[in-house]
């Protein structure tokens, strides 16, 4: 059973940053590619950030390309989402997923993923 728990979230002032961690129990979390997601209060889940099991290739949402950055640190099975010039519209549940992948993909929807953690909540104050 692979299970992912997110932390790091928190109430921030605009122009702020928050760094997210999502540790990933699996014994092989390099085969896995990851994603995170975003949901706001009455609005759909929504594609953030993703990663190629390797860390290699990176793929962003427009809305945060350029201020968010996302990693995976294979050797401590942890993906990370570093948010920076964080705005009131950044406002969201934040969940980390994963997926079993071949090497190089890139996964963006939310039905590409098996596995999703509980969230954690950012809000961003003007």
């Known amino acids: 059973q692979v299970q992912l728990v997110e932390s790091g979230g928190g109430l921030v002032q605009a122009g702020g940053s928050v760094r997210l961690s999502c540790v990933v129990s699996?014994?092989?979390?390099?085969?896995?590619?990851m994603g995170w997601f975003r949901q706001a209060p009455g609005k759909e889940r929504q594609f953030v950030a993703a990663?190629?099991?390797?860390?290699?290739?990176?793929y962003y949402a427009d809305s945060v390309k350029g201020r968010f950055t996302i990693s995976k640190d294979n050797a401590k099975n942890t993906a990370y989402l570093q948010m920076n010039s964080l705005k009131p519209e950044d406002t969201a549940l934040y969940y980390c997923?994963?997926?079993?992948?071949?090497?190089?993909?890139?996964?963006?929807?939310?039905?590409?993923?098996?596995?999703w953690g509980q969230g954690t909540q950012v809000t961003v104050s003007s």
């Open positions: 699996a014994f092989t979390f390099s085969s896995y590619a």
């Open positions: 990663s190629s099991r390797s860390g290699g290739r990176t």
């Open positions: 997923a994963a997926h079993l992948t071949p090497a190089g993909r890139v996964l963006l929807n939310p039905s590409d993923y098996d596995y």
